[in-house]
């Protein structure tokens, strides 16, 4: 499964597990929840949220699923948002 950026996870149903990247208890009406903590908490606060949920999945990675591969799947989701708002430059 390839990784993507937030925008093309949004866009594109196709190409991802939806139980990682988009659970339906996330969203509320048409905005989902990691673009509300994206907007409220700017870039540099929301690279620390994304960078503590990425230490708390490889935390618990063999702990709580039978399949550790899920809890790497969500860490690297939340590296994958970094990467994006890292390379992510605005120009004036």
Not at 6 to 28: A, G, R, S, V
Not at 38 to 62: D, H, Q, T, V
Not at 68 to 78: E, V
């Amino acid at each position: 499964m390839a990784t993507q950026t937030l925008t093309d996870w949004l866009e594109d149903p196709f190409d991802y597990d939806e139980e990682i990247h988009e659970p339906k208890h996330y969203t509320q009406g048409d905005i989902e929840c990691i673009e509300a903590i994206r907007a409220a908490l700017g870039k540099e606060g929301f690279i620390a949220f994304c960078r503590g949920n990425s230490i708390k999945y490889l935390w618990r990675i063999l702990d709580k699923h039978d399949d550790a591969s899920k809890d790497a799947r969500k860490c690297r989701q939340y590296l994958d948002w970094i990467i994006e708002e890292i390379e992510n430059v605005e120009t004036p």
